[in-house]
């Protein structure tokens, strides 16, 4: 079992609320951040890569997802 934390930015194409890593992550890229506060992020983010497995899959279902799904476009006739 897995808790999954969200924060309040949401993913640009689905609309899902990201995760407290996926914000860590961007934090730690950020050029507008801090040197040393991207350094303990890193150092952070590098311990969690270390010490936790990773899931397998990361949503519920196999579904791509509604809008991700390639459907027929359908003529009218």
Do not use: C
């Not at 890569?49 to 009218?76: A, C, D, I, M, V």
């Amino acid at each position: 079992m897995f808790i999954r934390f969200a924060v309040r930015k949401r993913h640009r194409e689905s609309g899902v609320e990201a995760g407290a890593l996926q914000a860590a992550y961007a934090l730690r890229d950020d050029p507008h951040v801090a040197s040393g506060d991207r350094e303990a992020l890193a150092d952070a983010l590098g311990w969690l890569e270390n010490h936790l497995e990773t899931p397998e899959r990361f949503n519920r279902t196999r579904s791509k997802g509604y809008y991700r799904r390639q459907t027929p476009r359908h003529r009218l006739v």
